[in-house]
Protein backbone atom coordinates (compact mmCIF):
# COMPACT_ATOMS: atom_id res chain seq x y z
CA UNK A 1 0.00 0.00 0.00
CA UNK A 2 1.29 3.32 -1.08
CA UNK A 3 0.85 6.80 0.09
CA UNK A 4 0.28 9.52 -2.06
CA UNK A 5 -2.00 12.43 -2.47
CA UNK A 6 -4.74 14.62 -5.16
CA UNK A 7 -3.15 16.89 -7.30
CA UNK A 8 -3.42 17.78 -11.12
CA UNK A 9 -0.08 16.61 -13.02
CA UNK A 10 2.62 19.14 -13.27
CA UNK A 11 6.67 18.72 -13.31
CA UNK A 12 6.88 20.50 -9.99
CA UNK A 13 4.10 18.20 -8.34
CA UNK A 14 6.58 15.24 -9.52
CA UNK A 15 9.24 16.90 -7.78
CA UNK A 16 7.04 17.67 -4.58
CA UNK A 17 6.48 13.89 -4.10
CA UNK A 18 9.75 12.43 -4.80
CA UNK A 19 11.45 14.69 -2.08
CA UNK A 20 9.22 14.14 0.61
CA UNK A 21 8.57 10.31 -0.23
CA UNK A 22 4.92 10.47 -1.55
CA UNK A 23 4.40 6.92 -3.82
CA UNK A 24 1.20 7.69 -5.31
CA UNK A 25 -1.15 9.76 -6.90
CA UNK A 26 -4.76 10.16 -7.61
CA UNK A 27 -4.60 13.33 -10.58
CA UNK A 28 -7.26 14.94 -11.03
CA UNK A 29 -8.20 16.00 -14.09
CA UNK A 30 -11.26 18.74 -14.66
CA UNK A 31 -11.95 20.01 -17.92
CA UNK A 32 -9.07 22.73 -18.62
CA UNK A 33 -6.65 20.96 -16.06
CA UNK A 34 -3.01 19.64 -17.38
CA UNK A 35 -4.02 16.08 -19.23
CA UNK A 36 -7.38 17.15 -19.82
CA UNK A 37 -7.52 14.89 -22.58
CA UNK A 38 -9.66 17.03 -25.11
CA UNK A 39 -6.85 19.28 -25.42
CA UNK A 40 -3.74 17.54 -24.72
CA UNK A 41 -1.76 15.89 -27.40
CA UNK A 42 -0.77 12.05 -27.31
CA UNK A 43 2.85 12.93 -26.68
CA UNK A 44 2.03 15.17 -23.54
CA UNK A 45 0.38 11.87 -22.06
CA UNK A 46 2.96 9.72 -22.85
CA UNK A 47 5.53 12.07 -21.18
CA UNK A 48 3.51 12.70 -17.84
CA UNK A 49 3.27 8.62 -17.76
CA UNK A 50 6.71 8.23 -18.57
CA UNK A 51 7.66 10.85 -15.89
CA UNK A 52 5.88 9.67 -13.23
CA UNK A 53 6.91 6.27 -13.69
CA UNK A 54 10.47 6.88 -13.74
CA UNK A 55 10.31 8.71 -10.48
CA UNK A 56 8.53 5.31 -8.87
CA UNK A 57 4.87 7.18 -8.53
CA UNK A 58 1.90 5.22 -9.24
CA UNK A 59 -1.35 6.35 -10.72
CA UNK A 60 -3.73 5.19 -8.25
CA UNK A 61 -6.89 6.79 -10.27
CA UNK A 62 -7.96 9.69 -12.60
CA UNK A 63 -10.33 11.82 -10.39
CA UNK A 64 -12.69 14.28 -11.52
CA UNK A 65 -15.93 15.33 -9.43
CA UNK A 66 -19.15 16.71 -11.56
CA UNK A 67 -22.55 16.13 -11.17
CA UNK A 68 -23.05 13.32 -13.25
CA UNK A 69 -26.74 13.44 -12.76
CA UNK A 70 -27.00 17.22 -13.41
CA UNK A 71 -30.96 18.44 -14.17
CA UNK A 72 -29.38 20.41 -16.68
CA UNK A 73 -29.31 17.74 -19.26
CA UNK A 74 -27.27 19.56 -21.01
CA UNK A 75 -24.67 20.31 -18.65
CA UNK A 76 -25.38 16.08 -17.87
CA UNK A 77 -24.75 14.83 -21.48
CA UNK A 78 -21.37 17.67 -21.28
CA UNK A 79 -20.18 15.67 -18.20
CA UNK A 80 -20.81 12.25 -19.45
CA UNK A 81 -18.99 13.05 -22.52
CA UNK A 82 -16.31 14.29 -20.86
CA UNK A 83 -16.13 11.50 -18.44
CA UNK A 84 -15.87 8.72 -21.09
CA UNK A 85 -12.80 10.59 -22.27
CA UNK A 86 -11.40 10.41 -19.16
CA UNK A 87 -11.47 6.34 -19.42
CA UNK A 88 -9.88 6.38 -22.44
CA UNK A 89 -7.29 8.20 -20.66
CA UNK A 90 -7.09 6.02 -17.87
CA UNK A 91 -6.21 3.14 -20.84
CA UNK A 92 -3.67 5.56 -22.40
CA UNK A 93 -1.89 5.84 -18.88
CA UNK A 94 -2.24 1.87 -17.90
CA UNK A 95 -4.61 3.24 -14.70
CA UNK A 96 -7.11 1.49 -13.42
CA UNK A 97 -9.27 3.29 -11.17
CA UNK A 98 -11.50 6.31 -12.63
CA UNK A 99 -13.39 8.33 -9.06
CA UNK A 100 -16.22 10.36 -9.37
CA UNK A 101 -19.58 11.30 -8.00
CA UNK A 102 -22.74 9.15 -8.95
CA UNK A 103 -24.34 12.77 -8.90
CA UNK A 104 -27.69 13.96 -8.03
CA UNK A 105 -31.01 15.66 -8.88
CA UNK A 106 -30.80 17.78 -6.17
CA UNK A 107 -34.89 18.35 -6.16
CA UNK A 108 -35.53 14.72 -6.01
CA UNK A 109 -35.15 11.91 -2.90
CA UNK A 110 -32.44 8.79 -3.21
CA UNK A 111 -34.86 6.28 -4.85
CA UNK A 112 -36.48 8.73 -7.37
CA UNK A 113 -32.46 9.48 -8.66
CA UNK A 114 -32.31 5.69 -9.58
CA UNK A 115 -33.46 5.75 -12.89
CA UNK A 116 -31.57 8.56 -13.94
CA UNK A 117 -28.65 6.94 -12.08
CA UNK A 118 -29.14 3.74 -14.48
CA UNK A 119 -29.62 5.30 -17.87
CA UNK A 120 -26.63 7.30 -17.27
CA UNK A 121 -24.23 4.77 -15.43
CA UNK A 122 -25.00 1.58 -17.51
CA UNK A 123 -23.35 2.62 -20.58
CA UNK A 124 -20.25 4.05 -18.50
CA UNK A 125 -20.43 0.70 -16.48
CA UNK A 126 -20.02 -1.00 -19.82
CA UNK A 127 -17.14 0.48 -21.24
CA UNK A 128 -15.56 0.28 -18.12
CA UNK A 129 -15.55 -3.35 -18.06
CA UNK A 130 -14.71 -3.72 -22.02
CA UNK A 131 -11.47 -1.58 -21.13
CA UNK A 132 -10.91 -3.69 -17.87
CA UNK A 133 -11.48 -0.17 -15.49
CA UNK A 134 -12.96 0.49 -12.00
CA UNK A 135 -15.17 3.62 -11.46
CA UNK A 136 -15.46 4.34 -7.71
CA UNK A 137 -17.76 6.96 -6.34
CA UNK A 138 -16.76 8.78 -3.69
CA UNK A 139 -19.10 8.69 -0.09
CA UNK A 140 -19.09 12.64 0.30
CA UNK A 141 -22.87 14.13 0.25
CA UNK A 142 -21.93 17.49 -0.86
CA UNK A 143 -24.27 19.17 1.74
CA UNK A 144 -22.71 22.71 1.11
CA UNK A 145 -25.75 25.07 0.95
CA UNK A 146 -29.13 25.25 2.57
CA UNK A 147 -31.73 23.25 1.79
CA UNK A 148 -29.44 20.01 2.59
CA UNK A 149 -29.83 18.42 -0.99
CA UNK A 150 -26.59 17.94 -2.14
CA UNK A 151 -25.26 16.60 -5.49
CA UNK A 152 -24.29 13.18 -5.00
CA UNK A 153 -25.98 10.52 -4.08
CA UNK A 154 -23.65 7.95 -3.05
CA UNK A 155 -23.00 9.13 0.23
CA UNK A 156 -24.85 6.20 2.37
CA UNK A 157 -25.17 2.37 2.36
CA UNK A 158 -28.99 2.87 1.76
CA UNK A 159 -27.73 4.53 -1.68
CA UNK A 160 -24.99 2.49 -2.27
CA UNK A 161 -27.61 -0.59 -2.10
CA UNK A 162 -29.87 1.00 -4.65
CA UNK A 163 -26.98 1.85 -6.74
CA UNK A 164 -25.51 -1.26 -7.07
CA UNK A 165 -29.05 -3.27 -7.77
CA UNK A 166 -29.82 -0.76 -10.44
CA UNK A 167 -26.76 -1.09 -12.62
CA UNK A 168 -25.37 -4.53 -11.15
CA UNK A 169 -21.87 -4.45 -12.73
CA UNK A 170 -18.34 -5.53 -11.05
CA UNK A 171 -16.80 -2.48 -12.52
CA UNK A 172 -18.54 -0.54 -10.31
CA UNK A 173 -17.36 0.31 -6.83
CA UNK A 174 -16.76 2.68 -3.89
CA UNK A 175 -14.12 5.61 -3.48
CA UNK A 176 -13.71 5.45 0.20
CA UNK A 177 -13.22 8.49 2.67
CA UNK A 178 -13.69 7.69 5.94
CA UNK A 179 -14.13 11.93 6.76
CA UNK A 180 -17.92 12.28 5.40
CA UNK A 181 -18.81 9.20 7.50
CA UNK A 182 -17.22 11.02 10.93
CA UNK A 183 -19.12 13.64 9.75
CA UNK A 184 -22.52 11.84 9.53
CA UNK A 185 -21.79 9.52 13.05
CA UNK A 186 -21.37 6.39 10.93
CA UNK A 187 -19.52 3.47 11.96
CA UNK A 188 -16.43 3.98 9.06
CA UNK A 189 -14.95 0.75 10.19
CA UNK A 190 -18.16 -1.21 9.82
CA UNK A 191 -18.45 0.28 6.42
CA UNK A 192 -14.83 -1.06 5.47
CA UNK A 193 -16.30 -4.86 6.46
CA UNK A 194 -19.93 -4.43 5.34
CA UNK A 195 -18.61 -2.59 1.69
CA UNK A 196 -14.78 -3.95 1.56
CA UNK A 197 -15.57 -6.12 -1.84
CA UNK A 198 -16.70 -2.51 -3.33
CA UNK A 199 -13.95 -0.29 -2.34
CA UNK A 200 -11.56 0.44 -5.62
CA UNK A 201 -9.97 3.79 -3.82
CA UNK A 202 -9.20 5.22 -0.67
CA UNK A 203 -9.00 9.15 0.44
CA UNK A 204 -7.09 9.93 3.29
CA UNK A 205 -8.74 12.67 4.62
CA UNK A 206 -9.96 13.05 8.89
CA UNK A 207 -12.66 15.17 10.41
CA UNK A 208 -13.03 16.75 13.70
CA UNK A 209 -16.02 17.21 15.16
CA UNK A 210 -16.86 20.60 17.39
CA UNK A 211 -18.76 18.12 20.58
CA UNK A 212 -19.51 21.61 22.60
CA UNK A 213 -21.13 22.72 19.31
CA UNK A 214 -22.20 19.24 18.80
CA UNK A 215 -24.17 18.33 21.37
CA UNK A 216 -26.18 21.47 21.20
CA UNK A 217 -27.16 22.14 17.73
CA UNK A 218 -26.36 18.90 16.17
CA UNK A 219 -24.09 18.01 12.98
CA UNK A 220 -26.23 20.18 10.64
CA UNK A 221 -25.50 23.11 12.05
CA UNK A 222 -22.35 25.43 10.49
CA UNK A 223 -19.17 25.52 12.93
CA UNK A 224 -19.95 22.11 14.28
CA UNK A 225 -17.63 19.76 12.43
CA UNK A 226 -14.23 20.43 9.76
CA UNK A 227 -12.37 18.79 7.89
CA UNK A 228 -8.92 17.22 8.60
CA UNK A 229 -5.67 16.03 7.23
CA UNK A 230 -4.99 12.47 9.17
CA UNK A 231 -4.11 12.58 12.22
CA UNK A 232 -5.52 15.57 13.32
CA UNK A 233 -8.76 14.49 13.69
CA UNK A 234 -11.00 11.56 15.04
CA UNK A 235 -10.28 8.91 12.68
CA UNK A 236 -8.31 5.55 14.03
CA UNK A 237 -5.99 4.94 10.85
CA UNK A 238 -4.32 1.80 11.92
CA UNK A 239 -7.53 0.36 12.44
CA UNK A 240 -8.75 1.95 8.72
CA UNK A 241 -5.36 -0.05 7.21
CA UNK A 242 -6.35 -2.99 8.84
CA UNK A 243 -10.14 -3.19 8.13
CA UNK A 244 -8.99 -2.09 4.41
CA UNK A 245 -6.60 -4.96 4.00
CA UNK A 246 -8.14 -7.80 6.26
CA UNK A 247 -11.18 -7.32 3.56
CA UNK A 248 -9.12 -7.72 0.34
CA UNK A 249 -8.31 -4.07 0.07
CA UNK A 250 -4.88 -3.66 -2.00
CA UNK A 251 -4.98 -0.74 -3.28
CA UNK A 252 -3.29 3.19 -1.73
CA UNK A 253 -3.90 5.88 0.39
CA UNK A 254 -4.11 8.94 -1.24
CA UNK A 255 -4.57 12.30 0.68
CA UNK A 256 -6.89 15.15 0.52
CA UNK A 257 -5.75 17.66 2.41
CA UNK A 258 -7.16 21.34 0.53
CA UNK A 259 -9.82 20.94 3.41
CA UNK A 260 -8.04 21.43 6.13
CA UNK A 261 -8.63 24.94 8.23
CA UNK A 262 -5.13 24.93 9.59
CA UNK A 263 -2.98 23.33 6.90
CA UNK A 264 -4.10 24.90 4.12
CA UNK A 265 -2.92 28.31 1.59
CA UNK A 266 0.87 28.43 1.65
CA UNK A 267 0.19 25.17 4.22
CA UNK A 268 -0.89 23.33 2.89
CA UNK A 269 2.12 21.25 1.72
CA UNK A 270 3.59 21.11 5.04
CA UNK A 271 -0.06 19.60 5.82
CA UNK A 272 0.29 17.07 3.60
CA UNK A 273 3.64 16.14 5.05
CA UNK A 274 2.41 15.83 8.25
CA UNK A 275 -0.41 13.33 7.06
CA UNK A 276 2.53 11.57 5.22
CA UNK A 277 4.55 11.05 8.43
CA UNK A 278 1.40 10.49 10.31
CA UNK A 279 0.04 7.43 7.63
CA UNK A 280 3.72 5.90 7.46
CA UNK A 281 3.48 3.98 10.66
CA UNK A 282 0.72 1.69 9.40
CA UNK A 283 1.55 1.02 5.83
CA UNK A 284 4.39 -1.05 4.74
Known amino acids: MR ?36 KTDEKTIREAKENLAKNDIEISAIGHYPNNLDPDLKKRRDNSDYLLKLMDLCKKMDVK ?19 AFKEVFTPFAKK ?36 FDAVPSPALGLEYDPSHLVCMLIDYIEIIKRYGSKIVHAHAKDAELIHPQVDIYGILEPGT ?16 VSALVETGYRGNLDIEGRHDPVFNADLEQAGLVLALKHLQQFVW
Open 3 to 38: IGYLAQYSEEEVKFAVKYGFKSIELLVPPGAPLDPI
Open 97 to 115: VLCTFAGREPDKDIPDNIP
Open 128 to 163: AEDLGLKIGFENCPMFHWFPFRGVNIAYSPRAWDLM
Open 225 to 240: LRHRIPGYGEVNWAKV
